[in-house]
């Protein structure tokens, strides 16, 4: 009886004490968490099973005394009821099991995002301007791909290296690529958590609208996503070696009506590698000022 006692108690207290700080893991995590399962769901099983351990190690004390007073035949009966009373009580444990591996197999998921340490550049465009070729430009070259917790759709973690310094890029297909009012509940609750997470957003543009998307269009998103992050934003316009096809003066007439419209841009390309350097070391410097801003806060 003792010995069964041990081993659930600790089995239990392991549990706890190899879950995850709550109040230190990042705010995107616990954002992500509170969404699908509730921070405060996860604590309260966390509390219980934290009791039933202790619980558990009383009773088996109780039980222990009583046994050692007790004839060979009320210690047999005394044995039984105290493993009945400890079963019973891991067996009510099973709601919050169930919260817990939910809350694990959730953190396990998410992106490979280093806590208070790292800051995030978060990158939005429409589809076909060239966010994922952007990602492979200035990051590691091969980002990490997780699967959204909140859809089914891949995000792509890029690291980015200066030095000793250690940024994350991440690409989000599907969720910053077209306007709020399209996107269902899940999307919703998806960008909620990317709010999150985003110290910097990297707004990408397609003045060649070889994408598929006017630049009108294409400027109308770029304000609803400024509007709904707060983060600073580094505008970059792509495709820029199509200046020298055809289409070049229609790029030129955009990049001009940019101009009027927005204080700062670059312009790149990331099929050539124009200008990827100076937005790198813009990304990096925006992304330093985010970092000191959260350590000073
Ligand atoms: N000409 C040109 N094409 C580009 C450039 N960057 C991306 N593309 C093309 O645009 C398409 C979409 O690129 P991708 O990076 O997948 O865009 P995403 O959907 O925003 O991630 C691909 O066919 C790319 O080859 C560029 O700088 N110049
Ligand atoms: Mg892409």
């Not at 792509?238 to 700062?264: F, H, Q």
Request: glycine residues 4%; aromatic residues 6%.
């Amino acid at each position: 009886m003792t010995v069964a006692a041990n081993i659930i108690s600790d089995t239990l207290r392991n549990i706890v004490r190899g879950f995850p700080n709550l109040d230190r893991i990042h705010p995107f995590y616990r954002e992500t968490l509170n969404i699908l399962i509730g921070v405060d769901a996860v604590k309260i099983s966390l509390a219980s099973l934290d009791w039933a351990s202790d619980k558990i190690r009383s009773l088996s004390k109780e039980y222990s005394y009583k046994i050692k007073w007790a004839s060979e035949k009320e210690a047999a009966t005394l044995r039984k009821e105290a493993l009945g009373r400890m079963i019973s009580i891991v067996e009510r444990l099973d709601r919050k099991l169930n919260v817990l591996k939910d809350a694990r197999r959730l953190l396990r998921r998410l992106p490979a995002v280093d806590g208070e340490k790292e800051a995030a550049a978060v990158v939005a465009g429409y589809a076909n301007v060239g966010k994922s070729s952007f990602v492979a430009r200035v990051s590691t070259a091969k980002p990490e791909i997780a699967t959204y917790p909140f859809t089914t759709k891949n995000v792509s973690v890029g690291h980015i290296f200066e030095g000793d310094e250690r940024y994350v890029i991440i690409d989000t297909p599907g969720l910053l690529d077209r306007p709020l009012s399209e996107r269902n509940k899940i999307e919703l609750q998806a960008i909620s958590a990317l709010k999150h997470l985003a110290d910097v957003i990297v707004f990408i543009l397609d003045p060649s609208e070889t994408c598929g998307y006017p630049m009108e269009r294409q400027l109308r998103l770029l304000q609803e996503v400024k509007a709904e992050f707060k983060a600073p934003m580094l505008i970059v316009l792509n495709k820029m070696d199509l200046l020298e096809t055809p289409l070049g003066a229609s790029i030129r007439a955009n990049v001009e009506k940019m101009r009027s419209e927005v204080p700062e841009f670059y312009e790149v390309s990331t099929l050539t590698g124009k200008n990827l350097d100076a937005v790198k070391e813009k990304l990096l410097e925006m992304l330093r000022a985010a970092k000191q801003a959260a350590l000073t806060a």
